[in-house]
């Protein structure tokens, strides 16, 4: 487990332990995970604190998109592929995204700085076409705009 | 002419979330003060006078829903404003939220005094998170100021409100599983009856009201009904918030009068199509809406007007594709988006989707046989007949639309049928 399990614990007391928190107590666990996730570890132990079955952590965790079950990497990549974002030229922006980052929708990159997944509309159709990364919304992207994008999050890895 | 209209959003861009002294100077909680006045019959009766229906995309009404809402007794009951704004090409509750959250508010309140509610919550959805300390920083000072928290303006008027984040699901735009979330569960809808009215959050009645339709009841306490009611046609009245998106040049959210032609919408605030082209359809009310080809943009935007032409309001999201577009392709994204949220819960949803998603990637591919574009219409017609919830039961809508005015670029990627 990467995260400290005092930090747990304070999330766990701070909901009461009440089944009925799970979603707030998992979203709040995933983010003292670097690597944005629950790990199987991590599930077990929370199960095991609130006295209810793993079966039960894990139907949430898949059931909802913005828990997560593996490791994404340290810049999380999310493209919309909702109807707005498709008819504004989603094509070229996943086309731009594939070469500049170097893997495949899905994929996460051997030094794990990046994932790059698809996402269902985050409600930014305004300024559509937009990604997310980190949560941060980036909009009308263009392949220059993409390519400044990355270049500035690898300068940042570098730093 | 640009007819956008500032009722709704008459506070946008005028305060922060810090200054809600400005939002007083500006007439804030005057709905609120009205309604505590004035009382729960008062508030039904101008509801009822304003012809407001709800803005989350069932477009019932909002009087009617209240009225029978307060009539269900319980030891505790709870509002919620759902802010799970999950509609593909839909964005106009995030703008409310953002820059007039104290309405928002204001508007929960209203609902909380007649529903009979102590304990209000909003659930925002995570996308959003941007804004959940926005609006728990807006409550914290609407506390503060004796808007919101125990004896509200010395009437006695107890209410308090909590932000509750969504996790990623479409689904919990759906008022029980909106519920079934809060509850620590998997967002899957429920068996109805009863409904959520009567049994709701943690068994107990919950009135769930979208953040547009608050932010009316808000503005129509404050400005009387009558007042309101001058805005759009007889029968659909006052103003709504649209989202406008697609191919257009100024995308964005718009407050319009009802009764604008979608024409007037399009070219006239949405400054027309970006590089000139030509308009091929439009998808109203978001991806659970029909396609509208290009002829009917001179329906005015009613209820009426719409539902008589087999299209609809819905979240108020107006798509615009130009006359380059694929609609096999938009049906292709259209069904992969609803094949991700489906729950699982029934059959008809979860594996109608899967089967819709294989065929429309045939016909993207150009595989497709004439019995597969059968097979199609057929599962479209049984997930609308037999889904458990609204999901399944709109998710064809665009395709069966599709197959009304399209038939001759669906069959065009048909082999068989090329020769035709």
Same mark, same amino acid.
């Given at each position: 487990m990467t995260a400290d399990i005092q930090d747990v614990n304070k999330i766990l007391?701070?909901?009461?332990?009440?089944?009925?928190?799970?979603?707030?107590?998992?979203?709040?666990?995933?983010?003292?995970?670097? %690597?944005?996730? #629950? &790990?199987?570890?991590?599930?077990?132990? /929370?199960? =095991? %604190?609130?006295? #209810? &079955?793993?079966?039960?952590?894990?139907? /949430?965790? =898949?059931?909802?998109?913005?828990?997560?079950?593996?490791?994404?990497?340290?810049?999380?990549?999310?493209?919309?592929?909702?109807?707005?974002c498709e008819i504004t030229d989603k094509e070229t922006i996943e086309n731009t995204l594939v070469s500049e980052l170097g893997i495949q929708v899905g994929e996460t990159s051997q030094d794990k700085m990046f994932t790059l997944e698809y996402t269902p509309c985050f409600g930014a159709c305004d300024v559509s076409p937009a990604m997310r990364v980190n949560k941060v919304v980036y909009g009308n992207l263009t392949e220059s705009k993409i390519k400044s994008i990355v270049s500035k999050l690898r300068g940042d890895i570098y730093e | 002419m640009n007819r956008t209209q500032r009722v709704i959003t008459e506070n946008f861009n005028?305060?922060?979330?810090?200054?809600?002294?400005?939002?007083?100077?500006?007439?804030?909680?005057?709905?609120?003060?009205?309604?505590?006045?004035?009382?729960?019959?008062?508030?039904?009766?101008?509801?009822?006078?304003?012809?407001?229906?709800?803005?989350?995309?069932?477009?019932?009404?909002?009087?009617?829903?209240?009225?029978?809402?307060?009539?269900?007794?319980?030891?505790?009951?709870?509002?919620?404003?759902?802010?799970?704004?999950?509609?593909?090409?839909?964005?106009?509750?995030r703008e409310l939220l953002a820059r007039d959250p104290y309405k928002v508010l204001e508007g929960l309140a209203i609902s909380g005094y007649t529903f009979g509610a102590k304990e209000g919550f909003i659930y925002i959805r995570e996308e959003y998170e941007f804004l959940h300390s926005k609006i728990r920083k807006a409550i914290k000072l609407a506390e503060e100021n004796g808007y919101l928290?125990?004896?509200?303006?010395?009437?006695?008027?107890?209410?308090?409100?909590?932000?509750?984040?969504?996790?990623?699901?479409?689904?919990?735009?759906?008022?029980?599983?909106?519920?079934?979330?809060?509850?620590?569960?998997?967002?899957?809808?429920?068996?109805?009856?009863?409904?959520?009215?009567?049994?709701?959050?943690?068994?107990?009645?919950?009135?769930?009201?979208?953040?547009?339709?608050?932010?009316?009841?808000?503005?129509?306490?404050?400005?009387?009904?009558?007042?309101?009611?001058?805005?759009?046609t007889?029968?659909?009245?006052?103003?709504?918030?649209?989202?406008?998106?697609?191919?257009?040049?100024?995308?964005?959210?718009?407050?319009?009068?009802?009764?604008?032609?979608?024409?007037?919408?399009?070219?006239?605030?949405?400054?027309?199509i970006v590089g000139d082209k030509d308009i091929k359809f439009l998808q109203l009310g978001g991806v659970s809406g029909p396609l509208m080809p290009k002829q009917y943009i001179d329906t005015r935007y009613t209820y009426e007007d719409l539902e008589g032409k087999g299209f609809g309001i819905g979240s108020g999201a107006i798509l615009v594709a130009d006359e380059t577009k694929s609609v096999i392709k938009f049906l292709e994204s259209v069904s992969y988006f609803f094949f991700h949220e489906s729950c699982g819960k029934c059959t008809p949803c979860?594996?109608?989707?899967?089967?819709?998603?294989?065929?429309?990637?045939?016909?993207?591919?150009?595989?497709?046989?004439?019995?597969?574009?059968?097979?199609?219409?057929?599962?479209?017609?049984?997930?609308?007949?037999?889904?458990?919830?609204?999901?399944?039961?709109?998710?064809?809508?665009?395709?069966?639309?599709?197959?009304?005015?399209?038939?001759?670029?669906?069959?065009?990627?048909?082999d068989e049928m090329k020769a035709l």
């Open positions: 007391k701070k909901y009461e332990y009440k089944d009925t928190s799970l979603i707030p107590i998992l979203q709040e666990v995933q983010k003292l995970n670097e %690597e944005k996730y #629950i &790990s199987e570890e991590m599930a077990k132990y /929370v199960a =095991t %604190e609130m006295k #209810i &079955s793993k079966t039960r952590i894990y139907e /949430v965790i =898949t059931f909802f998109s913005a828990l997560n079950d593996k490791p994404k990497g340290k810049y999380f990549v999310q493209l919309c592929n909702s109807t707005v | 005028t305060y922060k979330v810090e200054e809600i002294d400005k939002y007083i100077q500006n007439g804030g909680f005057q709905g609120l003060k009205n309604a505590l006045e004035k009382g729960k019959d008062f508030i039904i009766d101008e509801l009822n006078t304003s012809g407001l229906r709800g803005r989350g995309g069932a477009a019932y009404p909002t009087g009617k829903k209240w009225n029978g809402g307060r009539k269900n007794h319980a030891d505790v009951k709870y509002v919620l404003c759902n802010a799970d704004e999950g509609e593909p090409a839909t964005f106009k509750d928290g125990k004896n509200i303006l010395g009437t006695g008027f107890d209410f308090t409100i909590k932000v509750f984040s969504g996790a990623g699901a479409y689904v919990c735009g759906e008022g029980s599983a909106l519920i079934e979330s809060m509850e620590g569960k998997a967002g899957r809808p429920r068996m109805k009856p009863p409904r959520i009215g009567v049994v709701g959050y943690m068994g107990k009645p919950t009135q769930s009201n979208n953040v547009e339709t608050l932010a009316i009841v808000a503005t129509v306490l404050k400005m009387g009904a009558s007042n309101y009611a001058k805005y759009g007889e029968k659909s009245i006052g103003t709504k918030m649209i989202s406008l998106c697609g191919n257009v040049k100024k995308p964005g959210t718009y407050e319009i009068p009802f009764g604008m032609s979608l024409r007037e919408i399009i070219y006239d605030i949405g400054g027309g979860r594996e109608g989707k899967r089967q819709m998603k294989k065929l429309l990637n045939k016909m993207s591919q150009g595989t497709a046989t004439t019995k597969d574009l059968k097979n199609i219409e057929k599962i479209s017609r049984i997930m609308t007949d037999a889904s458990f919830c609204g999901l399944g039961q709109t998710a064809a809508t665009a395709m069966l639309t599709a197959i009304k005015y399209f038939s001759p670029e669906l069959c065009s990627s048909i």
